[in-house]
């Protein structure tokens, strides 16, 4: 993941699992993986429908493709592939795995089909399509020469065999020709598109991790983008923003979160401020068996507290979903 293309793909997927999903996985990153696909999901402003399903798909198959070969070796996850996908896809499948620890040049052209890569390399040189052709997948490169004149075709693939007889090509040529392509492909494809990631999509999967690690996020950020972070910042609800919201709002809420577990585990490390609101809205009886559950809890592990401060958030972006209630992020005005 630590590539530019590497940190987009993983943005994507993603968004295409959802807030509640992708914080899970947020989970399982190192926290510098986490700073670059948050920074690319904070500044992706569409993904077209297909490119979220292909790469849903690259991942499925990817998930497949590893656990066939943890099962049984390369030659079982070829069979298992074959039978899943067909015998051209699960070589390219296999190949991919095998690339993924080490990404090759212009990878991220492959999330294109075939008549956008020839656009893209329209106006190169017949060597520098050799030299992209020569990257990719051979299905992938044979439908982009079919794009191609008659006489173009014939120049690149003759550069492309002459490639080999050569020592090769100097990897940093290879990387500046990558990057200038990567800026270039970054512009295509934006018919069929639809709104996702941006700030507000961040904002929500920030909200459903844990406070230390979206604090590890947000600080990670501010190094990268001090005022993308401070943009993300406004948009993010906490459990002691709790306190901002009005007795009626908090009524709704504590009618619906669990107050004999939740409640209790939660106000366990919350500020005065949100202990306060929140007991104010329940009935004096609930208050008081609170209040006792609270004080007779014991010592309890920092992330099983934040865990049920999740889950109350959770049930109150719910009731917002639904309508119930109206929180404006980073204001101090609540409605109903």
Known sequence: MGSVQGASRAAILLIALGTERASQ?????TQEQVGQVSAAISRMPEVAEEQM??????????LVARRSLRAGGVDYARAALQRAFGGNQAEAILQSLAEA???????????????QVASVLSQEHAQTVALVAAHLLPEQAAEVLTQLPAARRMDVVWRMAQLGRH????????AD?????????????RKDTQPVGGVESLAA??????????QEVLEGLRERDADLAAEIEKRLF?????????QKTLMVITE???????????????????????????????????????EFMGRRHIQEVEAAQQRILAEVRQLEAQGQIHLEHGEADVYV
């Not at 020709?177 to 494809?189: F, G, K, Q, W, Y």
């Open 25 to 29: 996985v947020f989970q399982h990153l």
């Open 53 to 62: 399903a292909a790469v849903l798909g690259e991942a499925n198959a990817m």
């Open 101 to 115: 620890v080490t990404e090759r040049p212009f990878a991220f052209v492959r999330q294109l089909d075939a008549a």
């Open 167 to 174: 020592r090769g090509v100097r990897p940093e040529t290879v």
């Open 177 to 189: 020709v990558a990057e200038t392509l990567s800026a270039r492909t970054a512009t295509i494809a």
């Open 205 to 214: 999967v920030l909200t459903r991790m844990r406070r230390t690690q979206e």
């Open 238 to 246: 906490t459990f002691d923003d709790l306190a901002r919201l009005d």
């Open 256 to 294: 619906k979160v669990d107050t004999h577990e939740d409640l209790p585990l939660a106000l366990k490390a919350a500020s005065r401020e949100v202990r306060t609101a929140l007991l104010g809205a329940v009935s004096e009886k609930e208050r008081d068996r609170v209040q006792e559950a609270v």
